[in-house]
């Protein structure tokens, strides 16, 4: 089975910065598009960053300028630097990955479980 295990969450204050990281493990054959959705209380989960196994990057207009995705596949991770920080970010944030099984094939959407981040004074 596969798993995603996302770190770096916590409380930061306005203007501050943040890295969040997400290992992906288990029989992985690839691992297609990976991007960070968050969820802020009493809102519906938004996408926030994508990134393609080709390296492109796709951001929500209100992180654009702030936060940066990247991804190393010989780790198997993808990271979110979020700087700038207002604390309109507070929200949980989710790794989530489009992922090839080895063995079967199998094609799947794997979520982490969730990392707090919380913005304030």
């Known amino acids: 089975q596969v798993q995603l295990v996302e770190s770096g969450g916590g409380l930061v204050q306005p203007g501050g910065s943040l890295r969040l990281s997400c290992v992906a493990s288990?029989?992985?054959?690839?691992?297609?598009?990976m991007g960070w959705y968050r969820q802020a209380p009493g809102k519906e989960r938004e996408l926030v960053a994508t990134i393609n196994i080709g390296g492109t990057t796709n951001f929500a207009d209100s992180v654009k300028g702030r936060f940066t995705i990247s991804r190393d596949d010989v780790r198997k991770s993808i990271y979110l630097q979020m700087d700038s920080l207002k604390p309109e970010d507070t929200a949980v944030y989710y790794c989530n990955a489009v992922i090839v099984t080895s063995g079967d094939y199998l094609r799947r959407n794997y979520w982490g479980q969730g990392t707090q981040v919380t913005v304030s004074s």
């Open positions: 288990g029989k992985i054959f690839s691992i297609n598009d």
